[in-house]
């Protein structure tokens, strides 16, 4: 039997993988028998470590919404402006090193089982709520006007969420340069 160490490092090769998969040729059209093939194992032995393909899409949404929750918890309390920029060059720097999970996270949450998006919906409401609280901070601390706290989170969700639809690494903008306009929108606006 493998130590568990190992057994943890190819569990997160076949997530890893099998989210890129999902990225490139869709999750439908991914086969158990693919996954294995791409990290060099036999479909039986993919087995061992995934009861299938649904346990592999859970795990990948799971960990990308623990990178999220992880970063802004050990972030210390900054102000709203940085605190904001930091939450945005977050979920747009994921598009440069977990790019398939982004896609798998935004797209195929329904094919999830009702208690895996149970659990999944659960750290995404925690999420959005250390958001929240960055910006009700800046409210009581003066730095931003009085406004919808939840409403300003989903705001800056949506401006960053589906960036993925388009970004491309190679592109003109990094996504940490992505992530200061679309913080320089939100904060000055189009407005001259």
Not at 31 to 43: C, D, N, P, T, Y
Not at 70 to 82: H, K, S, T, V
Not at 128 to 150: C, F, M, N, T, Y
Request: a negative charge; charged letters at 30%; one cysteine or more.
């Amino acid at each position: 039997m493998a130590p568990p160490v190992k057994a943890d490092e190819k569990r997160r090769e076949l997530v890893g993988r099998a989210a890129d998969l999902f990225d490139r040729a869709g999750y439908h059209t991914t086969g158990v028998s693919e996954l294995a093939q791409a990290v060099g194992i036999r479909k039986p032995t993919l087995y061992h470590y995934f009861s299938g393909k649904d346990e592999i899409l859970f795990s990948i949404h799971e960990e990308f919404i623990d990178l999220l929750i992880e970063r802004q918890e050990a972030r210390p309390m900054l102000g709203a402006q940085d605190g904001l920029r930091e939450v945005m060059a977050d979920v747009l720097g994921l598009m440069d090193t977990h790019r398939g999970h982004v896609r798998v996270f935004f797209e195929h949450h329904r094919e999830l089982s009702a208690a895996d998006r149970e659990t999944i919906r659960v750290k995404r409401d925690r999420y959005q709520s250390l958001v929240e609280d960055v910006i009700a901070h800046g409210i009581r601390d003066g730095e931003l006007r009085d406004v919808d706290p939840r409403l300003a989170t989903l705001a800056v969700f949506g401006m960053c969420n589906w960036a993925y639809q388009w970004y491309r690494a190679d592109g003109p903008l990094s996504s940490r340069e992505l992530a200061e306009v679309f913080f320089d929108l939100l904060f000055n606006g189009l407005r001259r």
